[in-house]
T-cell receptor, first 113, second 110 residues
Framework: DQQVKQNSPSLSVQEGRISILNCDYT??????FLWYKKYPAEGPTFLIS?????DKNEDGRFTVFLNKSAKHLSLHIVPSQPGDSAVYFC????????????FGQGTILTVHP | DGGITQSPKYLFRKEGQNVTLSCEQN?????MYWYRQDPGQGLRLIYY???????QKGDIAEGYSVSREKKESFPLTVTSAQKNPTAFYLC?????????FGQGTRLTVV
């Protein structure tokens, strides 16, 4: 049973435009959500997170939105840059086990110059 | 430089052999984790340890074993009982709400 799902395997965007990556979850116990960026043969690097008590968190070009009623979150990247091209993973946790993460399948983002 | 070091980056083993993947951190984090990544899939939790001398099974622990004798070290042994060991293995540690990952070890069993 996939508790965290990223239904779009890939996304292609023009440089300067907005990238929107989506993530759905089924477990209502999740109370903390994170986005990671990953290059091939490397470990994921943390991008941005959001607690379930918020519905939006911003960090520079990255904004995460959380819709608890729909069990949906999204990552917006504005403006997109070619260096943003990577695999993006959505992850969720609950309680205080912040490293015990449930990951989505990932979305490959390609930003074209 | 503080971080998580996984070694080696690439590892080849013959079928039926046990192999141990190293993970060392100098971040002074209590909790450490092992994940596995397969193509087209998210990372799946194998084992985790929240304190020295204690560890728990994750979602896919069968065929794996771990130890946590020191705070800095959390080695993972892939045993011959693991039916499909070829994968990319990632070690992580946590501080507050953020998980930090190592660079990973690509294990190929031939």
């Amino acid at each position: 049973d996939q508790q965290v799902k990223q239904n779009s395997p890939s996304l292609s965007v023009q440089e300067g435009r907005i990238s929107i990556l989506n993530c759905d979850y089924t477990n209502s116990m999740f109370d903390y959500f994170l986005w990671y960026k990953k290059y091939p043969a490397e470990g994921p690097t943390f991008l941005i997170s959001i607690s379930s008590i918020k519905d939006k968190n911003e960090d520079g070009r990255f904004t995460v939105f959380l819709n608890k009623s729909a069990k949906h979150l999204s990552l917006h990247i504005v403006p997109s840059q070619p260096g943003d091209s990577a695999v993006y993973f959505c992850a969720a946790s609950w309680g205080t086990s912040y490293g015990k993460l449930t990951f989505g399948q990932g979305t490959i983002l390609t930003v074209h110059p | 430089d503080g971080g998580i070091t996984q070694s080696p980056k690439y590892l080849f083993r013959k079928e039926g052999q046990n192999v141990t993947l190293s993970c060392e951190q100098n971040l002074n984090h209590d909790a450490m984790y092992w994940y596995r990544q397969d193509p087209g899939q998210g990372l799946r939790l194998i084992y985790y340890s929240q304190i020295v001398n204690d560890f728990q099974k994750g979602d896919i622990a069968e065929g794996y074993s771990v130890s946590r004798e020191k705070k800095e070290s959390f080695p993972l042994t892939v045993t011959s009982a693991q039916k499909n060991p070829t994968a990319f293995y990632l070690c992580a540690s946590t501080e507050n709400t953020e998980a930090f990952f190592g660079q990973g070890t690509r294990l190929t069993v031939v």
